[in-house]
Protein backbone atom coordinates (compact mmCIF):
# COMPACT_ATOMS: atom_id res chain seq x y z
CA UNK A 1 0.00 0.00 0.00
CA UNK A 2 1.46 3.40 -0.94
CA UNK A 3 0.61 5.93 1.49
CA UNK A 4 0.96 9.93 1.43
CA UNK A 5 0.46 10.98 4.56
CA UNK A 6 -0.36 15.15 5.46
CA UNK A 7 -1.36 16.81 8.58
CA UNK A 8 -5.00 18.19 7.43
CA UNK A 9 -4.58 21.61 9.09
CA UNK A 10 -5.73 24.06 9.15
CA UNK A 11 -2.30 25.69 9.62
CA UNK A 12 -2.86 29.34 10.30
CA UNK A 13 0.06 31.65 10.02
CA UNK A 14 0.31 35.90 10.00
CA UNK A 15 0.72 37.43 6.47
CA UNK A 16 4.75 37.85 6.45
CA UNK A 17 5.06 34.60 8.10
CA UNK A 18 6.87 30.97 6.85
CA UNK A 19 4.46 28.75 6.59
CA UNK A 20 5.57 25.32 6.81
CA UNK A 21 4.02 21.69 5.38
CA UNK A 22 4.93 18.69 5.46
CA UNK A 23 4.44 14.96 3.97
CA UNK A 24 5.76 11.62 4.43
CA UNK A 25 5.53 8.68 2.10
CA UNK A 26 5.66 5.14 3.21
CA UNK A 27 7.19 2.77 0.04
CA UNK A 28 11.51 3.74 0.03
CA UNK A 29 10.58 2.88 -4.21
CA UNK A 30 9.32 6.69 -4.60
CA UNK A 31 10.64 8.38 -7.41
CA UNK A 32 9.45 11.78 -7.71
CA UNK A 33 7.49 14.36 -5.28
CA UNK A 34 5.40 17.40 -6.17
CA UNK A 35 3.04 20.03 -4.02
CA UNK A 36 0.02 20.71 -5.68
CA UNK A 37 -1.92 24.12 -4.51
CA UNK A 38 -5.51 23.97 -4.72
CA UNK A 39 -8.34 26.50 -3.96
CA UNK A 40 -11.55 25.35 -3.00
CA UNK A 41 -13.96 24.53 -6.30
CA UNK A 42 -10.89 24.45 -8.26
CA UNK A 43 -8.74 21.88 -9.61
CA UNK A 44 -4.98 21.44 -8.74
CA UNK A 45 -2.03 23.41 -9.89
CA UNK A 46 1.46 22.52 -9.74
CA UNK A 47 3.85 24.60 -7.55
CA UNK A 48 7.23 22.77 -7.91
CA UNK A 49 8.37 19.31 -7.76
CA UNK A 50 12.06 17.72 -6.16
CA UNK A 51 13.08 14.56 -7.27
CA UNK A 52 16.98 14.73 -5.18
CA UNK A 53 17.79 14.84 -1.60
CA UNK A 54 18.33 18.67 -0.46
CA UNK A 55 16.52 21.33 -0.94
CA UNK A 56 15.00 23.40 -4.04
CA UNK A 57 14.04 26.65 -4.00
CA UNK A 58 11.83 28.35 -6.39
CA UNK A 59 10.50 32.04 -5.46
CA UNK A 60 9.04 32.28 -2.03
CA UNK A 61 8.86 28.43 -1.84
CA UNK A 62 11.13 25.77 -0.61
CA UNK A 63 11.06 22.21 -1.32
CA UNK A 64 13.10 19.49 1.19
CA UNK A 65 12.97 16.39 0.50
CA UNK A 66 14.54 13.61 2.68
CA UNK A 67 14.64 9.93 1.35
CA UNK A 68 15.99 8.15 4.48
CA UNK A 69 13.42 10.14 6.39
CA UNK A 70 10.99 9.46 3.70
CA UNK A 71 9.66 13.18 4.01
CA UNK A 72 9.30 16.27 1.75
CA UNK A 73 8.07 19.31 3.17
CA UNK A 74 7.36 22.89 1.55
CA UNK A 75 8.06 26.33 3.09
CA UNK A 76 6.51 29.10 2.21
CA UNK A 77 8.31 32.71 3.00
CA UNK A 78 6.96 36.06 3.33
CA UNK A 79 3.64 33.75 3.52
CA UNK A 80 0.47 35.96 1.29
CA UNK A 81 -3.46 35.92 1.85
CA UNK A 82 -3.44 34.31 -1.70
CA UNK A 83 -1.43 31.50 -0.50
CA UNK A 84 -4.56 30.19 1.58
CA UNK A 85 -5.69 27.41 -0.07
CA UNK A 86 -5.16 23.68 0.70
CA UNK A 87 -1.55 22.22 -0.47
CA UNK A 88 -1.61 18.39 -1.61
CA UNK A 89 1.76 16.30 -1.71
CA UNK A 90 1.75 13.72 -4.80
CA UNK A 91 4.42 11.20 -4.69
CA UNK A 92 5.17 8.71 -7.90
CA UNK A 93 6.84 5.51 -8.47
CA UNK A 94 7.74 3.43 -11.64
CA UNK A 95 5.03 4.10 -14.01
CA UNK A 96 2.69 6.98 -14.44
CA UNK A 97 0.89 6.75 -11.36
CA UNK A 98 0.45 9.81 -8.86
CA UNK A 99 -0.36 9.50 -5.50
CA UNK A 100 -1.82 11.89 -3.54
CA UNK A 101 -2.30 12.95 0.30
CA UNK A 102 -5.02 14.39 1.13
CA UNK A 103 -4.15 18.12 1.60
CA UNK A 104 -3.10 20.54 4.54
CA UNK A 105 -5.61 23.44 4.33
CA UNK A 106 -3.44 26.93 5.21
CA UNK A 107 -5.18 30.55 5.88
CA UNK A 108 -2.99 33.14 6.18
CA UNK A 109 -4.01 36.13 8.41
CA UNK A 110 -3.95 39.31 7.23
CA UNK B 1 -3.81 28.98 -23.81
CA UNK B 2 -5.80 26.47 -22.34
CA UNK B 3 -3.90 22.95 -22.36
CA UNK B 4 -6.43 20.51 -20.70
CA UNK B 5 -10.26 21.16 -21.65
CA UNK B 6 -13.05 19.34 -19.15
CA UNK B 7 -16.72 19.66 -20.74
CA UNK B 8 -19.09 20.42 -18.81
CA UNK B 9 -18.21 22.26 -15.98
CA UNK B 10 -20.56 21.38 -14.06
CA UNK B 11 -23.16 18.14 -14.84
CA UNK B 12 -26.89 17.29 -13.21
CA UNK B 13 -28.29 14.11 -13.72
CA UNK B 14 -30.83 11.63 -12.64
CA UNK B 15 -30.19 8.74 -9.98
CA UNK B 16 -28.81 5.67 -12.45
CA UNK B 17 -29.10 8.60 -15.73
CA UNK B 18 -25.94 7.38 -17.67
CA UNK B 19 -23.47 9.98 -17.99
CA UNK B 20 -20.10 10.86 -20.05
CA UNK B 21 -17.83 13.51 -18.92
CA UNK B 22 -15.02 14.74 -21.82
CA UNK B 23 -11.26 15.82 -21.39
CA UNK B 24 -9.30 16.98 -24.90
CA UNK B 25 -5.42 18.50 -24.50
CA UNK B 26 -3.58 20.30 -26.92
CA UNK B 27 -0.12 19.48 -25.22
CA UNK B 28 0.08 15.76 -27.40
CA UNK B 29 1.04 14.05 -23.99
CA UNK B 30 0.53 10.53 -24.27
CA UNK B 31 -0.40 9.64 -20.68
CA UNK B 32 -3.96 10.72 -19.48
CA UNK B 33 -5.72 10.12 -15.72
CA UNK B 34 -8.71 10.42 -14.31
CA UNK B 35 -9.54 11.34 -10.81
CA UNK B 36 -12.11 11.34 -8.26
CA UNK B 37 -12.04 13.86 -5.53
CA UNK B 38 -14.67 14.14 -3.22
CA UNK B 39 -14.55 17.40 -0.70
CA UNK B 40 -11.49 17.81 1.85
CA UNK B 41 -10.67 14.37 0.52
CA UNK B 42 -7.43 13.41 -1.76
CA UNK B 43 -7.79 12.90 -5.48
CA UNK B 44 -8.25 9.53 -6.19
CA UNK B 45 -7.07 8.03 -9.03
CA UNK B 46 -9.74 6.36 -11.01
CA UNK B 47 -7.72 5.26 -14.22
CA UNK B 48 -5.04 6.58 -16.74
CA UNK B 49 -4.16 5.53 -20.27
CA UNK B 50 -0.38 5.36 -21.85
CA UNK B 51 -1.49 5.97 -25.43
CA UNK B 52 -4.00 3.56 -25.84
CA UNK B 53 -3.22 1.20 -23.13
CA UNK B 54 -5.65 1.54 -20.73
CA UNK B 55 -4.75 0.89 -16.63
CA UNK B 56 -7.64 0.21 -14.38
CA UNK B 57 -7.05 0.69 -10.65
CA UNK B 58 -8.15 -2.38 -8.65
CA UNK B 59 -10.24 -0.64 -6.76
CA UNK B 60 -12.24 1.30 -9.39
CA UNK B 61 -16.29 0.38 -9.03
CA UNK B 62 -17.28 -1.09 -12.86
CA UNK B 63 -19.77 1.81 -12.84
CA UNK B 64 -16.57 3.95 -14.17
CA UNK B 65 -15.58 3.20 -17.70
CA UNK B 66 -13.29 5.31 -20.23
CA UNK B 67 -12.25 5.70 -23.63
CA UNK B 68 -9.70 7.05 -25.63
CA UNK B 69 -10.37 7.58 -29.17
CA UNK B 70 -7.10 9.67 -29.78
CA UNK B 71 -4.19 11.17 -28.25
CA UNK B 72 -6.49 14.15 -27.65
CA UNK B 73 -9.29 13.24 -26.08
CA UNK B 74 -10.69 10.95 -23.37
CA UNK B 75 -14.22 10.12 -21.95
CA UNK B 76 -15.59 9.31 -18.52
CA UNK B 77 -18.61 7.16 -18.36
CA UNK B 78 -20.63 6.66 -15.30
CA UNK B 79 -23.24 3.91 -16.12
CA UNK B 80 -25.32 4.23 -13.46
CA UNK B 81 -24.64 7.25 -11.11
CA UNK B 82 -25.19 6.23 -7.49
CA UNK B 83 -25.69 9.48 -4.89
CA UNK B 84 -22.07 8.45 -3.52
CA UNK B 85 -20.52 9.49 -7.41
CA UNK B 86 -21.00 13.02 -6.64
CA UNK B 87 -17.96 14.38 -6.92
CA UNK B 88 -15.44 16.91 -8.52
CA UNK B 89 -13.67 14.57 -11.76
CA UNK B 90 -10.50 15.67 -12.58
CA UNK B 91 -8.64 15.18 -15.61
CA UNK B 92 -4.86 15.31 -16.08
CA UNK B 93 -2.11 14.44 -18.62
CA UNK B 94 1.70 13.90 -18.52
CA UNK B 95 4.20 13.37 -20.75
CA UNK B 96 6.18 9.83 -20.33
CA UNK B 97 10.09 10.59 -21.30
CA UNK B 98 10.96 7.24 -19.36
CA UNK B 99 10.72 8.99 -15.22
CA UNK B 100 7.25 10.97 -14.32
CA UNK B 101 6.91 13.73 -15.20
CA UNK B 102 4.67 16.67 -13.77
CA UNK B 103 0.66 16.31 -14.14
CA UNK B 104 -1.08 19.15 -16.17
CA UNK B 105 -4.73 19.07 -14.25
CA UNK B 106 -8.03 20.70 -16.38
CA UNK B 107 -10.38 22.86 -14.32
CA UNK B 108 -12.67 19.40 -13.46
CA UNK B 109 -16.49 19.01 -13.75
CA UNK B 110 -18.48 19.00 -10.77
CA UNK B 111 -21.03 16.37 -10.94
CA UNK B 112 -24.25 16.33 -9.09
CA UNK B 113 -26.41 13.03 -8.59
CA UNK B 114 -29.98 13.76 -7.80
Known amino acids: QKEVEQNSGPLSVPEGAIASLNCTYS??????FFWYRQYSGKSPELIMFIYSNGDKEDGRFTAQLNKASQYVSLLIRDSQPSDSATYLC??????????FGTGTSLTVIP | DAMVIQNPRYQVTQFGKPVTLSCSQT?????MYWYQQKSSQAPKLLFH???????NEADTPDNFQSRRPNTSFCFLDIRSPGLGDAAMYLC?????????????FGPGTRLLVL
Open chain 1, 90 to 99: AVTYTGNQFY
Open chain 2, 92 to 104: ATSRDSGSPETQY
Open chain 1, 27 to 32: DRGSQS
Open chain 2, 27 to 31: LNHNV
Open chain 2, 49 to 55: YYDKDFN
